[in-house]
């Protein structure tokens, strides 16, 4: 991104300290795991032990006369709601039905008093399966005599996040195809210097957030209230606003402080089944899944890959040619567009005249994957990124020298139709290498290595947000974005407090409750500071603007003749805080002023994606001959952030990025 | 049962049932939810607190285990006039953590160590905190966070 130039700022592009560090220090930050509701119940899950198999029967009575359980819910007795869900496709049902469709799917859900009356009623649950030929990975998936997961025809979510259509559901077992074509691939391929070819697998990672999925619902006459420990709240909204058949305004999602997340706790997890369960139960419930739940919860994509790279005899890359085959497991979650991210992100951040990229994913009878940190990079950057090497080996170039002759440049229309290239990659290069000492000699059993990805980030840019400059101007900051451990509590507020001119003491964050913040997409795809903070500063500044024509009006003058300075305005010899603005214009030392803002597909963020996020990192590592243990010496890693908002957060998140990549 | 212990200081009573975990003591019995809860198999180190002194898993611990002894939580940590443990402000300067789902667990586990060794080694440290996983931050800050604290507090005893 380009740097916004250099200003006198007093908050912004400081290291100021986090705003929930007290909270988090003491015990006090509140995780929905440690949140209780009056009158509360318990519910736990039976999941299947089949990977695929018919649901004959279940039998749930003698659960159900157990002391302290209220009720049981399987698939069978849902009349009433629209069970199944999905932003991309609707193809998941809260609790499985007629059948199942991977180990460890949930078949029923005890409510119970407590927790572990819950959990033991789950033995005297009945269920009685055929078991199915199942299909576990693609390759079996894409077979002529395959057994089909999903036998019906599905209604395309409406949130799905691209362009193109969903292909789920049309009678194989495909979940979403994804095409990128331009130049001539096989033409280059024939005139190339030299070329490079193999196969890859990336494996099923689980992201493993500290806190495991958990969620309250409370479901009554007045709608759906979960608290949650989801990271798109908005989205969430939207699942259960269709499950419940309910006004948007019914539906409310809470979110207080989460326990990691990395993209696992994207979209739509185990809400619908716990609003289920109070419904059913007409009370409160808590469903805290275990670590080993979670796991069963999602996963990333797990992805084959064949590639090639050609070079010509300048050193120029001159094509790249990909084939993916992606497992989904049981059901869609955001695998859709993990396939067209993963597709795009073949390319890496260099201007390849011709390319070509096939990809497909599969549904098959694992735990459904989903995002999981920079989705669809990880997947596709190892093959493209070991295959830079062995080209630089193969024509005899310092595998360094290689990329920086052939990254994007700013400004360059390396990707058709999609934004000009707006990182500065060779100078994150430059860091990286002298970072490492890239020219230094190194000891036997060593050696380096340098690696780039540029990922088309931001998401959809939807976002609006609100702040409150209160009476005594201090301001209350309403964000739909999610405080993950990112730091968007301590980042947003900067913002605000450098925009109104005010001590970020005085700035207040209110974050996620769908009922009262402002819709924001999502929170993910570095998109946070990007899309939220330019929601922030415009807000600011549209309260300045009503601060302003209201100044006016309190010293009766023309609003041309107000002048904004830090924290106020001054006209002639009157200077007016915010605080004396606000109070004189109502009369009475309270009242407030709200700013908007409303961020969507046009102006700055017009063509997507809304940033490349474009990065570098450098390893040295020595190898002992002996044991073959690998120790890693040095790392850098290099974030193209442009202006960083609080370094030492920004820094921190490359640190983490790269310590969970490890 | 009925379990009689010292907790953060001052002596508690606490009906509880033979199979509960101290974990589930503290959270569900005594709303003491600072202390948190994540593998449930003794290897992540969130849910660590101090029974006479040494860093115990309260997850897997049966609560019956610590009757007559002493328990400190995280929320035993700051000082009577409100001032935070130097190990908790250690945290927060050295930007050591991001969640927070770790930290409570992350910041007794040290104070066990710095307590049996006031001037650790980074080795001692990294050996020491072998047993508490951090998902987002990495390790880098939160051993500079405990060497800080180290050094706060001898500062401290100096004074």
């Given amino acids: 991104?380009?740097?916004?130039?250099?200003?006198?700022?007093?908050?912004?592009?400081?290291?100021?300290?986090?705003?929930?560090?007290?909270?988090?220090?003491?015990?006090?930050?509140?995780?929905v795991s440690d949140i209780k509701l009056i009158g509360m119940a318990?519910?736990?899950?039976?999941?299947s032990p089949y990977a695929h198999a018919k649901i004959l029967s279940i039998d749930t009575s003698r659960a159900e006369r157990r002391p302290g359980v209220y009720c049981v819910l399987t698939g069978n007795n849902l009349e009433g709601l629209n069970p199944y869900y999905g932003h991309a496709v609707k193809?998941?049902?809260?609790?499985a039905i007629d059948k199942v469709r991977y180990a460890g799917e949930p078949v029923a859900a005890v409510v119970a008093v407590d927790e572990r009356t819950a959990f033991e009623a789950l033995e005297f649950i009945?269920?009685?399966?055929?078991?199915?030929?199942?299909?576990?990975?693609?390759?079996?998936?894409?077979?002529?005599?395959a057994p089909l997961l999903h036998e019906k025809k599905f209604q395309a979510g409406a949130l799905r996040g691209f362009e193109g259509e969903v292909t789920a559901g049309q009678g194989s077992n495909?979940?979403?195809?994804h095409h990128l074509k331009w130049g001539d691939v096989e033409a280059a391929f024939k005139n190339a210097a030299a070329i490079v070819e193999g196969e890859y697998y990336f494996p099923m990672t689980y992201a493993y957030a500290m806190e495991a999925y958990v969620a309250i619902a409370d479901v009554d006459d007045h709608g759906v209230t979960i608290y949650s420990s989801a990271q798109h709240p908005f989205m969430v909204r939207h699942d259960l606003k269709s499950v419940f058949n309910l006004p948007v305004s019914a539906v409310r999602l809470i979110v207080p402080f989460v326990g990691g997340g990395y993209g696992s706790k994207s979209y739509t997890k185990i809400e619908p089944l716990v609003a289920a369960c109070s419904w059913k139960a007409k009370r409160p419930v808590k469903l805290q899944l275990t670590v080993e739940e979670a796991m069963l919860t999602t996963r990333s994509d797990d992805a084959f890959t064949w590639m090639r790279t050609a070079v010509d005899a300048d050193g120029k890359i001159i094509a790249r040619q990909a084939r993916i085959t992606m497992n989904t497991g049981a059901y869609a979650e955001n695998s859709p567009l993990v396939v067209e991210k993963s597709t795009n992100r073949c390319v890496g951040p260099y201007a390849i005249p011709n390319v070509q990229i096939d990809n497909i994913s599969f549904y098959t009878n694992t735990v459904p994957a989903s995002s999981y940190r920079g989705f669809g990079c990880a997947q596709v950057t190892l093959p493209g990124e070991s295959q830079i090497d062995e080209l630089a080996a193969k024509i005899g170039k310092d595998p360094y020298e290689f990329r920086l002759m052939n990254a994007a440049k700013p400004g360059e229309e390396f990707f058709p139709k999609m934004r000009p290239f707006d990182?500065?990659?060779?100078?994150?290069?430059?860091?990286?290498?002298?970072?490492?000492?890239?020219?230094?000699?190194?000891?036997?059993?060593?050696?380096?290595?340098?690696?780039c990805s540029g990922s088309d980030a931001g998401a959809y840019p939807l976002t609006s947000t609100a702040i409150r400059v209160h009476a005594d101007g201090s301001a209350s900051l309403m964000t739909g974005s999610t405080e993950l451990g990112q730091g968007s509590h301590t980042v947003l507020p900067q913002i605000a407090a450098e925009e109104l001119g005010i001590p970020i003491d005085s700035v207040r964050v209110v974050s996620s409750d769908t009922a009262i913040t402002p819709y924001d997409r999502s929170t993910g795809a570095s998109r946070t500071t990007t899309l939220m903070g330019r929601a922030v500063m415009e807000a600011s500044r549209e309260a300045i603007q009503q601060m302003v024509r209201m100044a006016a009006d309190v010293l009766k003058v023309k609003v041309e003749e107000i002048q904004v300075i830090r924290g106020g305005v001054r006209c002639g010899e009157a200077q007016l805080g915010w605080s004396e603005v606000i109070s004189k214009y109502y009369a009475l030392p309270d009242g407030e002023v709200i700013g908007r803002a409303y961020i969507r597909k046009d102006g700055d963020f017009a063509k997507l994606p809304v940033f490349w996020e474009v990065a570098c990192t450098g390893v040295e590592l020595s190898v002992d001959e002996e044991t073959g243990k690998i120790q890693m010496e040095k790392l850098a890693t290099v974030g193209d952030v442009g202006l960083a908002i609080n370094p030492a957060l920004a820094e921190g998140q490359d640190v983490g990025a790269a310590t969970m990549g490890m | 049962m009925n379990i009689q212990f010292n907790l953060n200081g001052k002596p508690i009573a606490v009906e509880c049932e033979a199979q509960e975990t101290l974990a589930e003591v503290l959270r569900d019995r005594l709303n003491l939810t600072g202390t948190k809860v994540s593998c449930e198999v003794q290897v992540c180190g969130a849910c660590t607190v101090l029974v006479d002194g040494l860093p115990v898993s309260s997850c897997t611990q049966l609560a019956y285990e610590v009757r007559d002894k002493s328990v400190l939580t995280i929320e035993g940590l700051e000082r009577p006039d409100g001032a935070l443990h130097p190990l908790q402000q250690a945290f927060i300067d050295e930007f050591a953590f991001q969640c927070g789902f770790c930290t409570p667990g992350m910041i007794m586990a040290a104070k066990a160590l710095l307590d049996e060794n006031s001037r650790p080694s980074h080795d001692d440290i990294i050996h020491h905190m072998d047993g508490n996983i951090c998902r987002c931050t990495g390790y880098v800050s939160v051993i500079k966070a405990i060497q800080r604290a180290a050094n706060e507090m001898a500062k401290e005893k100096r004074s």
């Fill in chain 1, 91 to 95: 193809d998941h049902p809260l609790l």
């Fill in chain 1, 126 to 145: 009945d269920v009685n399966y055929q078991e199915l030929k199942a299909v576990l990975t693609p390759k079996e998936a894409m077979e002529k005599d």
């Fill in chain 1, 1 to 31: 991104m380009s740097t916004e130039k250099q200003k006198d700022f007093q908050v912004v592009n400081r290291s100021v300290p986090r705003r929930d560090g007290r909270a988090k220090v003491t015990g006090r930050a509140t995780y």
């Fill in chain 1, 174 to 177: 495909v979940c979403q195809e």
């Fill in chain 1, 423 to 451: 990182g500065t990659l060779k100078e994150d290069l430059e860091i990286a290498a002298k970072a490492l000492g890239w020219n230094e000699p190194l000891e036997k059993g060593s050696g380096r290595g340098v690696a």
């Fill in chain 1, 42 to 47: 318990y519910t736990k899950v039976l999941r």
